[in-house]
């Protein structure tokens, strides 16, 4: 037992407190606390360390606040972890949380001024958290046992607190349920040396990521092909799907500021990476490669925070049927900071295996590459009230590839991407709590491509973004009618964004190579491909104005705000492009029209010709949203309380025309036992509806034709094209419906016993309906239209479990998480647009299905069972971190080429079947090692290093691409001050 003595009886014996006793009295008071002794050790007398709990039993652990200063508070109700964040920063006082607290619960809001220990009262009221306060740190502990003595001393049981935090990942809880929060240290764990901060979620139930040609994530893929160079060279952020959500169905933003691209990326293009292939001899003339999910691709370094919400999200937000990810920008710094820093990662730093079930191709190589990464940051406070904070950094890809072998003009293709990140951010802050934001982030993206197996084919595919706001954020002084802590944020936000591509030609054809002539022996093969398909821009411009307020009404919370905006997008092919193939060769051709580029006299000509239209045009629409949410709390209920919060939000656009009402209610049960239950049901609204306005746009194709004769008196006489037939997309439709998905979840949050730590249950199950689909009329010329026919389901289950380990174990200091899924997708029509017009027709099931068909016959599109673990720890006072994350993929059925063929009504159809993927493991490692830490200069050695265990994966690639990556290196340099 450890006696705690009251303010008033440290008072009362005044004549015996020097500054050494009162600081050893101190310490012995909390016996075990090394922390504690050396806060003590600069506190000045008369800061005490414990409350008089007879006054106020079962709160705060804190003395009298007379003496305290105020300062200017802004907190919203959040998870403990986010809230403490915030009090921290707003109040420059650090914080350190005991082992064992359950930091995952919610706070309530605190606005206004406020001494910190009134503020840290107001935030735990309600929960098992208590805290301890010295002059210059908060420790935060779960809720003491004590009894008054007769003395009037508090007896305690002994309080055990470590010196270093543990950055731990917060689950949030109860109408929380589906939010997960990542600190700065765990964001660097989880991300490699390409600071793409979509890998931040990598170890997260419920998220699975993009995959392409290159990826065996990919279930339905058409080719299993192995690792490849643009791959590489790809230095885009990876693509999430959250919680069965297409990746460009989620709503992404930077400090609540949206990031999204509303154009439309997965329904772009023939593949899933949107960006063509090594060896892609045909370029997708509608497909704006360079598209992405994000208008701005943002750099992890400049993180201190990431957020995602897989459900219960918040009537706040809308515009999404997946998930909620939030990306939080450091601040200013209190004082002068600087770093910078340098990477490298390469091909030659990277093992390969070949997984191919035929001998592989005398050509095929696995990719050649170099990565380069470098920038700094700098920031200081321009006076007690003003801070900037400006970065710049800039990552590179060369990579270079083998010509096929039939085009034996081509020497090796080099070729490179550059992906800069430039931010600047300046902070106001008074002591009235009102705070006042400006930033402004510029990425420019450009990345060049040519393909191996076509000649003047090159083309630079571009991605600009620029995204910035000004924001406002104050408590406001207004009580009545049973409101207080009144506050309110606004800002005003520009998301702008262009993608597309600079072709090298507008003309693209396939030529005989043995019909003499201009192309003569131009490859070795007997048709050779030339040109590109022209030009495509594609941009778009958000303009948003939002404003939310927060208060307290009585023991309840409420929320309300609005949001409107302006979306203006362009898209633009200048030149009108062709497409020749099917040439006839002979030397007796004569060309009967004049210019004609598809004919060439004494040689050859084309019989068929595709047209894709010039166009240029612009589309603008509003959208405009009010919202409320109201937080009931009741609690008078046995062994506990429920709070209940519904929630609405209204929606209006005028591309649609339609007005949506989409209700947000959940329910939750908070026992005295540390045991949170809650229900939701809620419902989601899509707004990725450029898309289609944009494809509007496009006057479509015309196919031509011609026949060449092979004999009689008009014998290789090559007239005109006459038109065959034409496709034309109505993408704006009639009398549409917005498409929606309706969520059922429900979650179990508890300490666990024995094993400590924090525990989540979950259940998701998710039903997309008024999905857009496509209707065809047949004939001569097609016509798409777009109906609400489509339909989705996804269901999903999930375990996690977090711990931080804060006293030492095996010499450092741990924040382990592991968490298992089952999750199921199926969709009636993956993709509303169509894919590449020369795909070709397969069998599958005994059934001639296009391969875009595969997706509404295999219903599951995910791999269902997962574990995720991960492993962050910090050894000798934090100069070494290493973060480990893996996951373990459980067997599962994929669709793929089984090899052989089948020749229907003279047609030969590639044969796909049903194939068993086996178990595998996947690791990765980042390691930081302090080299020099010298006050407050700081290098740091960075190491990555993805695949650790160098897994070449189960299955078998094609003979023309089968390399599969396996363990890669990444290493760096940071200087920090």
Known sequence: MTVLKSPKSLQSRAELQTRESVRALLCRAVATSALLCAAAATAPVGVAFAQNMAEKPGNSAQGSSASQPVYAFDIAAQPLMQALEL????????????????????????????????????????????????????????????????????????????????????LGAGADSGLTVLSEEQIHARVQGDNDPGKIFRANPNVQFQAGFDNPNYQNRLEERGATAVAEQDLRPAGISISGGKIDQNNIMLDGVSINTYAGVENQGNNLNNMP??????????????????????????????????????????????????????????EPTFSANIGRGGSNWTDYHIRSSDAPDADAKPPKFEKLSYGGSASTPLNENWGILV?????????????????????????????????????????????????????????EWESTRRYDSAMDIVGNGLNGYVGLDTPLDWNGLGFSHFAFETKLSINSSKVGRDAETNIARQVRSNAGGTYSGICNSTNCNIGTLGDLYQSQQELSYQADFTAAHGQNDIAFGADIR???????????????????????????????????????????????????????????????????????????????????????????????????????????????????????????????????????????????????????????????SSSRTNYGGSDLRTPFTDEKTASVSFPLPLLGGDTRL?????????????????????????????????????????????????????????????GKRSVSNNSYFGSNEE???????????????????????????????????????????????????????????????????GTVYDVYEERQEKARFDLDLTLDYDLIAAGKNVLTMNVSIDNVLNRAGAHTLVSEAPYRKGRTFWLGLTYSY
């Open 87 to 170: 009090l921290s920063r707003q109040s420059g006082v650090p914080y350190s949380v005991q082992s064992g607290t359950n930091i995952a619960v919610s706070g309530k809001a605190v606005r206004g001024s406020f001494t910190l220990s009134d503020a840290l009262r107001q935030m735990l009221a309600g929960t098992d958290v208590s805290f301890l306060l010295s002059g210059d740190t908060v420790i935060v502990l779960p809720q003491q046992q004590s009894t008054v003595g007769q003395d009037g001393s508090i007896v305690t049981t002994p309080v055990t607190v470590t010196a270093n935090r543990v950055p731990t990942i917060t």
């Open 277 to 334: 292939d090594d060896d892609d001899n045909l370029i997708n003339a509608d497909s704006i490669y360079g598209a992405h999910p994000q208008s701005v691709y943002v750099d992890a370094s400049i993180l201190e925070q990431a957020e995602i919400t897989d459900s219960n999200v918040s009537a706040k937000y809308g515009g999404f049927q997946g998930g909620i990810v939030n990306y939080k920008v450091k601040n200013p710094s209190d």
């Open 391 to 447: 970065s710049a950094g800039r990552r590179t890809a060369e990579t270079t590839r083998a010509a096929d072998a039939d085009y034996y003009l081509m020497d090796d293709i080099t070729t490179k991407t550059v992906a800069d990140n430039v931010l600047g951010k300046v902070r106001y802050e008074n002591d009235a709590g009102l705070g006042l934001t400006l930033q402004m982030v510029y990425t420019p993206y450009a990345q």
């Open 566 to 724: 302006r979306l203006h997008a362009e898209a633009e092919r200048p030149e009108t492009a062709y497409y020749a193939r099917s040439p006839s060769a002979n030397a007796a051709i004569t060309c009967l029209v004049a210019n004609d580029p598809f004919c060439e006299n004494g040689a050859q000509a084309s019989r068929f010709m595709t047209e894709y239209g010039a166009y240029d045009g612009e589309v603008s629409f509003y959208t405009g949203a009010l919202y409320g949410q109201y937080g009931l709390n009741f609690k008078d209920v046995p062994f506990g309380e429920v709070k209940v919060q519904p929630g609405l939000r209204l929606e209006r656009d005028t591309f649609l025309g339609n007005t949506n009402l989409a209700p947000r209610f959940n329910t939750t049960y908070e026992t005295d036992f540390g045991i949170n239950f809650n229900v939701g049901w809620n419902r989601y609204y899509a707004s990725n509806l450029l898309a289609y306005a944009l494809r509007d746009l496009s006057p479509g194709t015309v196919n031509y034709g011609r026949t060449i004769a092979t004999s009689g008196a008009s014998a290789y006489q090559v007239g005109a094209f006459s038109q065959r």
């Open 762 to 822: 979950k259940v998701i199950d998710r039903k997309g309906r008024d999905q857009f689909s496509r209707v065809a009329s047949e004939g001569g010329s097609t016509s798409y239209t777009l109906s609400n026919e489509g339909s989705s389901a996804y269901t999903f289950y999930s375990v996690e479990w977090i711990r931080d380990f804060e006293e030492p174990v095996l010499g450092g200091q741990h924040t382990f998480s592991i968490n298992g899924q089952y």
């Open 839 to 905: 795909d070709e027709d397969i069998i599958y099931n005994g059934q001639v299905v296009s391969p875009n068909a595969l997706s509404m016959i295999t219903g599951n599109l995910d791999e269902p069972w997962l574990v995720n673990i991960a492993l962050y720890s910090q050894f000798y006072d934090s100069r070494l971190r290493t973060g480990l994350t893996g996951r373990y993929t459980f067997p599962y059925t994929i669709i793929a080429d089984s090899g052989s063929n089948r020749n229907i009504g």
